[in-house]
């Protein structure tokens, strides 16, 4: 099984590293998870074995590629039996849309820690789960994708309505 983790366009050092820990990674293996694709954006490794723009390895048990940027990231969350995230909120809503399983860890470094606030309300509705990175391999163990509820499908329609509404259309 694949997981895909992602940190977006920012830096997010401490996510990365948490996720190729040997905790996290013999968590996933545990799991059932043998691939794991990382999307590192412009974070830093200290590792010396993922000093290349892209690499692959295999570490404990779970094989692993990693590299920086690519066009799109929608290959890889369609493929994914989960995704692993920064709590942006443009990569939760396109993974969310695609019905995948989703476990967001909040950059807390970010102004206003505005990821949190989005992570836990939809936590509270139960479309994801939000951890922190000390927490991340015991919530990866306890996870049931099972329990989500399905984020409701786009409707343009809501948001025309509310715009014909404030212009006095309707």
């Not at 190729?20 to 490794?45: F, P």
């Not at 995230?85 to 995948?100: C, E, F, P, Q």
Request: glycine content about 6%; some cysteine; aromatic content about 8%.
């Amino acid at each position: 099984m694949l997981v895909f983790a992602t940190v977006g366009s920012t830096r997010f050092d401490a996510l990365v590293e948490a996720t190729i820990s040997e905790t996290v990674l013999s968590t996933l293996r545990d799991s059932g998870y043998d691939r794991l694709i990382l999307q590192r954006g412009n974070s830093v490794i200290e590792s010396e074995e993922f000093n290349e723009e892209n690499c692959t390895i295999q570490r404990y048990g779970v094989g692993i590629e990693i590299w920086r940027f690519k066009p799109s990231i929608q290959a890889e969350c369609e493929q994914a039996d989960l995704v692993i995230s920064h709590a942006g909120s443009g990569t939760i809503l396109d993974v969310l849309r695609l019905g995948k399983p989703l476990i967001v860890v909040p950059n807390p470094t970010l102004l206003d820690n505005h990821q949190e606030e989005l992570a836990s309300a939809l936590q509270i509705l139960g479309h994801l789960k939000a951890t922190s990175i000390q927490d991340l391999a015991s919530t990866i163990a306890s996870f049931e994708p099972r329990n989500l509820v399905p984020f409701p499908p786009f409707d343009g329609t809501k948001f025309s309505k509310l715009v014909d509404e404030e212009m006095g259309f309707i």
